[in-house]
Every structure is written in structure tokens, then in C-alpha cells.
């Protein structure tokens, strides 16, 4: 799916769910939320914090919580997707039309906002050494400009990028992750900027 520029698009444009994605909207239009499109997804925020994202994918559609793993989830529903890469969003999968309860899914909701009202949050990760693979160092030594690029990136993408090249186990896997990420690094786009919103 494109970046979309406003919600209305992102549902219209959706290959899946565009039910389930204006039902969860109505939801969350009903929290005093603000409707924004961060990255191209609808992005709820209170007081300019990010609050609770919505997307919808082949085989679900879902609620990304930005302060997730604070929240009680007393009814189970909550799961880090990203593990070792994010330590405070987490993600409720909806599978069918079903799995969608206004109450509860008001209820976390809520529970997110008091979050952002008592100003409490779980950060990113400090001081974690930076360590790029011999791959990645050399694409970057080759190209002047992508290293540039590079080195102006925050700490944390620079450490998503060194990340995906030292996770993979064969060389020519490395080779096309480089190529993939390329780009995106001469952009100053991060590989994980299309999941945060």
C-alpha cells in the first residue's frame, strides 16, 4: 500500500479490511483523540504525543499502542511484533470483524491517554554501542555520499541498518539487504520509519 496523505485515502486505498478500518476509526474518533497520517497510517495523538496507530494488513487489521507495554492488558490482547527491536509498542492483531470490541478497545484507549496526561513513557534505548558489519562499512566507504548520508542519521536508525545487515546468515543475503537499504539510507528514510507513526 502508498503513503497515504489523509485516513480517508489510507482506508480507500486498503486491499483488505476497509470495514473494520472505518469501525476502528469511528472508535477512535470517539476518544478525543487527534486524527493525524504519520509515515502514510492514521496516527492518534494527545497533546502532540503519539497515542495508538491503526493499519491493516493481509491477514489482519490492528491497533499499534506507542506506549503499549505500560498498559495492564488485562485481557491478553497486546504483543511486542518487533522484538529486541522496540521496547515500548505493542500491537493488537484483529483477525476478524468479530475481534472488534468498542468497549475494551475504549477502555486501553483511555488507559493510554492517562499515560500521556501523567507524562509516563518508556524510551528508547541509550548508549547502545553502535557496531556496523565489515559489509555494510564497506558499501558505505564506496559511496562518499551514502556515508554522509549515513552518519547523519540518528543513532537509533543507523543501529536498525547495521542491525539488518548483521542478522542475516548468508553473504549474498547481506549483499541484497544492502542494496535494499541503500536508498533509503541517501533518502535519510529509516527501515523501520514505514512502523512508527
Known amino acids: 500500500m502508498a503513503r497515504s496523505k489523509t485516513v480517508d485515502d489510507y482506508i480507500s486505498t486498503a486491499d ?20 493525524e497520517v504519520k509515515w502514510g497510517a492514521p496516527c492518534y495523538t494527545h497533546k502532540g504525543k503519539n497515542v495508538v496507530g ?10 499499534w499502542f506507542h506506549q503499549g507495554a505500560l498498559l495492564q492488558d488485562d485481557r491478553k490482547v497486546l504483543m511486542n511484533a518487533q522484538v529486541g527491536k522496540t521496547r515500548a509498542l505493542r500491537q493488537w492483531r484483529m483477525s476478524s470483524a468479530r475481534d472488534i470490541k ?3 478497545i475504549t477502555r486501553y484507549v483511555n488507559e493510554a491517554i492517562q499515560l500521556v496526561e501523567e507524562g509516563k513513557r518508556i524510551g528508547p534505548a541509550r548508549n547502545k554501542t553502535l557496531v556496523v558489519p565489515p559489509e555494510l ?8 555520499t551514502v556515508e554522509s548520508s549515513f552518519n547523519s542519521l540518528t543513532p537509533g536508525r543507523q543501529r536498525e541498518f547495521a542491525e539488518y545487515i548483521s542478522e542475516a546468515k548468508r553473504a549474498d543475503t547481506k549483499q541484497s539487504r544492502i542494496r535494499k537499504i541503500v536508498p533509503m539510507i541517501k533518502a535519510g528514510v529509516g527501515l523501520q520509519d514505514k512502523y512508527r507513526c
Not at 16 to 22: C, G, I, K, P
Not at 54 to 63: I, P, R, T
Not at 137 to 144: D, P, T, V
Open 16 to 35: 483488505f479490511w476497509q470495514d473494520e478500518l472505518r469501525r476502528l476509526r469511528e472508535i477512535l474518533r470517539g476518544t478525543g483523540l487527534v486524527e
Open 102 to 104: 468498542p468497549a475494551v
Open 54 to 63: 491503526l493499519g491493516a494488513f493481509k491477514s489482519y487489521v490492528g491497533l
Open 137 to 144: 562499512k564497506r558499501a558505505l566507504q564506496k559511496n562518499k
